[in-house]
């Protein structure tokens, strides 16, 4: 890759970072200002973040977490459950999926 292209592809990176990060604080505050929001609303929210700008990423030919997609996935799954009226322990299934990730991400570095 050049210079230029190099260049290019961090701009855009810290774009994205710089976006998300506005994004996020933008989205937690509507969450708390709207009155009647289900609760879960906010998972929601963090989930499509985070798989919107790994889409924009992944468009762009920058690299994609897979972990940032799967917490993303994880997040709207448990979000919609709880609009939905189901219990679901959150905290758990990320403690756990940071764990898979981890493991994960050493054993396929090693069998490289």
């Known amino acids: 890759m050049d210079k230029a292209m190099d260049k290019t592809s961090q701009g855009l990176e810290s774009l994205l970072d710089t976006v998300g990060w506005g994004l996020f604080f933008i989205m937690s505050g509507v969450v708390l200002l709207v009155p009647g929001l ?61 764990g898979l990730a981890i493991v994960a991400g050493e054993l396929t570095r090693r069998l490289r």
């Open 38 to 98: 289900p609760d879960g609303s906010w998972l929601v929210g963090l989930g499509a973040l985070f798989l919107g700008l790994s889409a924009v990423r992944f468009a762009t030919g920058l690299p994609v977490s897979r972990f940032a997609v799967a917490v993303g996935i994880v997040a709207v799954a448990v979000g919609a459950a709880t609009i939905a009226g189901l219990a679901v322990p959150w905290f758990s299934l990320l403690l756990i999926l940071c």
